[in-house]
């Protein structure tokens, strides 16, 4: 476990390395633009979905230097989320990761742009890599978009705002958790096995783990916004009206974290003694305590 702790951080380092933005147009009237991209994009995230598409990608011997550009899109896109996630009209939150949200600091017209510029970004990145060719970077990009768009995050956000309260079903949840949050992971882990020529049976457990293990984080962030602090969980917390502990109770969010884990495991039991760094990222994911 030591040694896999130590080859997270250092594929998180890796990341970072990579991970870069700054504007073409060097113009000073975009100065506060570009600060506010910054501010939010390089804060401390613990960067899993990049790290994640790193690792399924070596399931299928994908070098790393060919999902660099799909590894930044991911994290472009989560940051956008969590920009737009944050404003007053959404979910109204005063603190991310460790720091104000970027509109209470940079206005929420700049929030905004920040974040339809980053998303947009996201796919620029994709489709200007010359590690990847015309057919990997256009399959990329539809399964980004589809995440994104009406089939994924934003029709995830928007039952989210619309249709969660205590007296949701728990379709209505199940929803919500696989469209906002596992959607990202999924496609991560569809576009690494695209890229590695997976077959169809290896694609389907990927992607089975993706959903599963991103249900279980997301219901994992409901339980630490419901007994974390601030300070602990490096955002705002508190039980809002789509939260699992809030709609179901502690008990049973617990058991579906469990139940979740225990799903994503055995659709990767296929791959062996192949599947131990999986593994063990989804055994780190679910004990983390941000
Ligand atoms: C513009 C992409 C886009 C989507 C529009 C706003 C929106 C629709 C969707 C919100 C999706 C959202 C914020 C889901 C929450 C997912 C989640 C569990 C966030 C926390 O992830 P961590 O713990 O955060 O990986 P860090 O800060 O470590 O990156």
């Known amino acids: 476990m030591k040694e896999f702790l130590k080859y997270l951080s250092d594929t998180r380092d890796d990341f ?3 991970l870069s933005f700054s504007l073409s147009d060097k113009n ?10 910054n501010y939010s994009l390089f804060s401390k995230g613990k960067r899993i979905r990049p790290v994640f598409c790193f690792l399924v990608g070596e399931l299928f011997n994908v070098p790393r230097e060919k999902l660099k550009s799909v590894a930044c899109a991911l994290e472009m896109i989560h940051t956008s989320s969590l920009i737009l996630d944050d404003l007053p009209c959404m979910d ?3 603190m991310r990761r460790g720091q104000p949200a970027n509109h209470l600091v940079h206005g929420q017209d700049v929030a905004l742009l920040s974040s339809i510029g980053l998303l947009t970004e996201a796919y620029k990145i994709v489709a200007d890599d010359v ?14 978009a589809n995440t994104v768009g009406f089939g994924g995050m934003v029709a995830g956000q928007y039952v989210d705002l619309k249709f969660s309260d205590k007296n ?9 958790h696989n469209h906002k949050t596992a ?14 020529k997976a077959s169809d049976p290896e694609k389907e457990a990927v992607e089975s783990y993706a959903r599963n293990l991103g249900f279980a984080f997301q219901v994992l962030d409901d339980i630490l916004d419901f007994k974390g602090s601030q ?6 917390v508190g039980l809002d009206k789509g ?3 809030y709609l179901s109770g502690i008990e049973r969010a617990m058991e579906l974290v469990e139940e979740h884990t225990r799903k994503a495991f055995e659709s990767i039991e296929i791959f062996n003694n192949r599947n131990e760094k999986l593994l063990l990222l989804g055994k780190i994911l679910l004990n983390r305590k941000t």
């Open 183 to 196: 959607s990202l992971f999924v496609s991560a882990a569809s576009i690494a096995a695209h890229i590695g």
């Open 243 to 245: 939260n699992v502990v």
């Open 131 to 144: 590690e990847l060719a015309d057919e990997e970077k256009l399959e990329a990009i539809r399964l980004l």
């Open 28 to 37: 000073e009237l975009l100065t506060g633009l570009e600060e506010s991209v």
């Open 231 to 236: 300070e602990e969980v490096r955002k705002s």
């Open 92 to 94: 109204d939150s005063k």
């Open 168 to 176: 949701a079903r728990s379709e209505v949840m199940e929803f919500i």
């Open 16 to 18: 970072d390395r990579t």
